[in-house]
Nanobody, 121 residues
Framework: QVQLVESGGGLVQPGGSLRLSCAAS????????MGWYRQAPGKERELVAS???????NYVDSMKGRFTISRDNAKNTVYLQMNSLKPEDTAVYYC???????????????WGQGTQVTVSS
């Protein structure tokens, strides 16, 4: 089974920064697109940013210029650098990846357990 484990969340003051990490493990043949989503209490889960295996990125407009997604293919890891954080960024952030395994030989969508980000003074 493939596992995605997020880390790097925590409490930060408005205007501060955090870097989230998500490491994938298991019998992975390849990792295609990866992305970050977030979900605030009472809100639907929303896309934050995504990145293809080739490094092409996509951002939600409200986060452009503040958030940066990147990946290290050698480590099967995706990152989300978050700067100029605002209280409205408070949410559980989830890692997502489209992964092909040796066993199934097909791509499937996997999710991490989530990491809490709280922006408050």
């Amino acid at each position: 089974q493939v596992q995605l484990v997020e880390s790097g969340g925590g409490l930060v003051q408005p205007g501060g920064s955090l870097r989230l990490s998500c490491a994938a493990s298991g019998r992975i043949f390849s990792i295609n697109a990866m992305g970050w989503y977030r979900q605030a209490p009472g809100k639907e889960r929303e896309l934050v940013a995504s990145i293809t295996s080739g490094g092409s990125t996509n951002y939600v407009d409200s986060m452009k210029g503040r958030f940066t997604i990147s990946r290290d293919n050698a480590k099967n890891t995706v990152y989300l650098q978050m700067n100029s954080l605002k209280p409205e960024d408070t949410a559980v952030y989830y890692c997502n990846a489209d992964i092909s395994t040796y066993l199934l030989r097909r791509s499937s969508d996997y999710w991490g357990q989530g990491t809490q980000v709280t922006v408050s003074s």
